[in-house]
């Protein structure tokens, strides 16, 4: 699936006609294309702040918001890379605590393209190349790297010398490119291991964590895994993260979920396993209640969307498109629905194992309603629907988000707690058709 964006600036919107016109369409891995992109424009992935190196099939955007949300409590200015974009092709590059701003993203997809052009280079290796020209341009004290698909040969794969490097949860997702078993997938999340350079995990099953360690060993990483060199445990109302002679204690983070605990410890321990930056445990405290990551179980606030749900009704939108991403949701729909009716307006792309997912959701939800996501090759609302009914619960079709909504305001006006979730697309059009985008 292709990425694509519009931008209400005509000058950036002309050179993404011009990434869309010479893009192959298509996500492509290797390092070739962006290695020689990159030599073009002066290498400026050799001239980046120190770097926080993030992989993982679930988790690493949250891990990378609490990271960030830590090194700003510091005191320290911060440059972030992270995808897809929900509403703005801006939100993919933070630099020193901003979006990139319209006239600087302009300039430099023009300078970028231009050296693009018989490169045959995907919409993300120039997105790559676009970002690391800002971050070395702009000072900062670090930059937090968000990997795009895998690790091994993904295109932030060329940074030779992160200061530390972490991976979040593991699942399967992308097989075509990644493998279809999680060995196969931990293989390439562990390929962003570096000589000399901590490789900071998560706790997972033997096999996995013999093929991490395997993988890092022949990269000449050292490992620091969940478990082994660090643990977290979370309690009803903190998160408590320990290490060799360190421990603190934060408060359970803001985002929503048990997994998301995990996820600001496992950026505990990347910032605890580097040697670059000092992070005071105040601000690691801060992280769990400053850091925001939205369509990740976000409950939205007043807007159009909302508006045209009964009174006192709760919407949320998370962007859950995969069997582990859901398993978080179900669990903290379960503790939100407190008794009231729940309802999931659910869209996925074609790629996507829409039985999973609605498998471990529906028993969390009362009904569904299923709709399209614009733009892009998915699944069929009759055909979502149909999954949906086979699980036992009712089901409807929708054209759209507003039209789900209303629907559920003709059919009761009881106060609802509905969930819009299944693709990251389709919450970039939810953010903006309640007035929400990221900023």
């Not at 430099?108 to 190349?129: G, I």
Request: proline letters at 7%; glycine letters at 8%; a neutral charge.
């Amino acid at each position: 699936m292709p990425d694509h964006a519009v931008s209400s600036s005509p000058a950036v919107q002309a050179q993404l006609d011009r990434l869309t016109a010479l893009s192959p369409g298509a996500d492509i891995l290797g390092l070739e294309r962006i290695t020689a992109l990159l030599s073009r424009l002066g290498d400026p992935h050799l001239s980046l702040p120190p770097v926080f190196h993030v992989a993982g099939t679930n988790g690493k955007g949250s891990t990378c918001a609490f990271l960030r949300a830590a090194i700003e409590a510091s005191g320290h200015s911060v440059h972030v890379y992270s995808s897809p974009h929900l509403v703005r092709f801006n939100e993919r590059i933070r630099l020193a605590g901003s979006l990139i701003d319209d006239v600087l993203l302009a300039a430099l997809l023009e300078e970028v393209l231009d050296q693009a052009a018989d490169l045959q280079a995907s919409f993300f290796e120039v997105t790559t190349a676009v970002a690391f020209l800002a971050f070395a341009r702009i000072p900062a004290a670090a930059t937090i790297v968000e990997v795009g698909l895998g690790g091994r040969l993904d295109a932030t794969n060329v940074i030779p010398n992160p200061i530390v490097t972490g991976i979040a949860a593991l699942g399967i997702d992308h097989q075509s490119f990644l493998g279809d078993t999680l060995l196969e997938i931990a293989g390439e999340k562990a390929g962003i291991a570096k000589r000399g350079v901590p490789l900071v995990t998560m706790d997972y099953p033997a096999a996995l964590r013999a093929k991490i360690a395997a993988v890092a060993d022949s990269a000449g990483a050292p490992v620091f895994a969940r478990g082994l060199a660090w643990t977290s445990a979370t309690a009803r109302s903190s998160v408590r993260y320990e290490d060799d002679g360190f421990s603190v204690v934060t408060h359970r983070p803001r985002l929503v979920g048990a997994h998301q605990s995990r996820n600001l410890a496992l950026a505990i321990a990347m910032l605890r396993h580097q040697g670059v930056l000092h992070i005071p445990e105040a601000a690691m405290r801060a992280a769990a209640d400053w850091a925001h990551w939205p369509a990740r179980m976000q409950r939205l606030s007043a807007g159009p969307l909302l508006a045209r749900l009964p009174d006192g009704s709760e919407l949320w939108l998370d962007g859950a498109h995969n069997p582990n991403a859901a398993q978080p949701v179900a669990r903290a729909l379960r503790t939100l629905a407190q008794g009231r009716p729940v309802t999931l307006v659910l869209g996925m792309l074609a790629n996507k194992d829409a039985e999973a997912v609605i498998r471990i959701l529906s028993p969390s939800v009362g009904h569904v309603i299923a709709i399209p996501v614009p733009g892009h090759a998915h699944h069929t609302p009759e055909s979502l629907a149909t999954i949906a009914r086979s699980f036992g619960r009712t089901a409807e079709t929708a054209a759209s988000p507003t039209e789900a909504l209303a629907n559920i305001s003709r059919q009761s006006a009881a106060p609802h707690l509905v969930l819009i979730a299944g693709s990251l697309y389709l919450a970039g059009e939810v953010l903006a058709a309640n007035d929400q985008p990221p900023d």
